[in-house]
Every structure is written in structure tokens, then in C-alpha cells.
């Protein structure tokens, strides 16, 4: 089976301060990891993934097998970057599971 | 631009009613996914899809069935609605691959009075 947990409900910060979503995933195999975000009245969209070891809005995640973590990180929040965020994993059988999510606000 | 559209928007339907709910993608994808998203238990997925004709079962299909005649258009049927099934439904697509980019729609907002 395979699961993806997401601990905090919300997380609130202060714009300028480091921002850290975590995210821990169990997969007998090698899943493929994401971070999905979804602003205000906007669909769900990919924000990356861990294959392709981008930056994308300044945001990073790096998969951590040995914790089987992949927390999302950004060292500078934005007041934009208030969203919801989903943790995901894709499996060999191409089952895409989520996680519950986490719902960043970031105050000025 | 990839589109995934989802037939209505908003849906009220009466306890006990079948109900279909319709996906269709443009970009030619083979996965479909049903899931529905409800505050604190995040996106569930019910059913998914990788062919024409082929579905496989998600995590919560109790309630629910779904067709794939055609590779565009992914429906999810609810046989006999029920008030727990008043939700915030999403249909998403990709291409086959584990690290492809899922689509979704726009999501559908079915409350069953």
C-alpha cells in the first residue's frame, strides 16, 4: 500500500521568514514524489517534482529515502505563496495518492 | 494548453438519484483519476484509469462506479446518492509514466440534499 502523510493542517508564518511543509511517504518500491499547490479558487497544479531537482518559485524538495521524507522548503515566504499544498506519490502501478495537505498563510 | 474540463461546475442532486458526473481531456492522455477533496481528509482517489475500457480501483470505490468508452472522456457514476457523497469532485489526466504531470479540472461541487 501506499500512503503519503502531510502532519501539519495549517501552517501560518510571516512574510521573509523560511517556510517548511513536511511530507512523509510509505512505498515498498521506488515512488516518484510531487508537490502539488492549489491558490485560491484556481484548479490544482504541479509545482515540482522530485525528478526533476528544480526550483520552482523559489521553492526546493529533496527525497530523503533513508526518512522516506520530502519536505518542501523555501528560505523567504511570500504573501502569493498562501495556498494549499499537497504532497503526492506515484507508484509503479500509476496510482497518484495524495496526502491531506497543508494550508500555508503567509502574513505581512 | 492542456484542458481537463469537467461538465458542470456546480451539482445538487436528490438522495437516491444516479449520478454522472463527466471529465474529458483534450491532450490525448491514457491515466484518468477520479478523486473528491473534502477539508482535512485532502484528495481521496476513488477510481483511475491507464486505457480505454481498463479501471482500477482507488482507495475509497464504495459507492461509486465509473466508464472509459472512450480514451477522451473518464465519467464517474454514482449508483444511488447519498448525503456523504456531497463533496468537491476532481477529475485529473496524464500521460503513462510514474513521473508525468497530472491535469486537473476545474473540480465539481455536488451537494445531495
Known amino acids: 500500500a501506499q500512503r503519503v502523510t502531510q502532519p501539519e493542517k495549517l501552517l501560518s508564518v510571516f512574510k521573509g521568514a523560511p517556510v517548511e511543509l513536511k511530507c512523509n511517504y510509505s512505498?515498498?518500491?521506488?515512488?516518484?514524489l510531487f508537490w502539488y499547490v492549489q491558490y485560491s479558487r484556481q484548479r490544482l497544479q504541479l509545482l515540482l517534482r522530485?525528478?526533476s531537482r528544480e526550483s520552482i518559485k523559489g521553492f526546493t524538495a529533496d527525497l530523503n529515502k533513508g526518512e522516506t521524507s520530502f519536505h518542501l522548503k523555501k528560505p523567504f515566504a511570500q504573501e502569493e505563496d498562501s495556498a494549499m499544498y499537497y504532497c503526492?506519490?506515484?507508484?509503479?502501478?500509476?496510482?497518484?495518492?495524495f496526502g491531506k495537505g497543508t494550508l500555508l498563510t503567509v502574513n505581512p | 494548453d492542456v484542458k481537463v474540463t469537467q461538465s458542470s461546475r456546480y451539482l445538487v442532486k436528490r438522495t437516491g438519484e444516479k449520478v454522472f458526473l463527466e471529465c474529458v481531456q483534450d491532450?490525448?492522455?491514457?491515466?484518468m483519476f477520479w478523486y473528491r477533496q473534502d477539508p482535512g481528509l485532502g484528495l481521496r482517489l476513488i477510481y483511475f484509469?491507464?486505457?480505454?475500457?481498463?479501471?482500477e480501483k482507488g482507495d475509497i470505490p464504495e459507492g461509486y462506479s465509473v466508464s472509459r468508452e472512450k480514451k477522451e472522456r473518464f465519467s464517474l457514476i454514482l449508483e444511488s446518492a447519498s448525503t456523504n457523497q456531497t463533496s468537491m469532485y476532481l477529475c485529473?489526466?496524464?500521460?503513462?509514466?510514474?513521473?508525468?504531470?497530472?491535469?486537473f479540472g476545474q473540480g465539481t461541487r455536488l451537494t445531495v440534499v
Open positions: 485529473a489526466s496524464s500521460r503513462p509514466g510514474m513521473n508525468t504531470e497530472a491535469f
Open positions: 512505498y515498498s518500491g521506488s515512488p516518484e
Open positions: 522530485h525528478i
Open positions: 503526492a506519490l506515484s507508484g509503479s502501478n500509476y496510482k497518484l495518492t
Open positions: 491532450m490525448d492522455h491514457e491515466n
Open positions: 484509469s491507464y486505457d480505454v475500457k481498463m479501471k
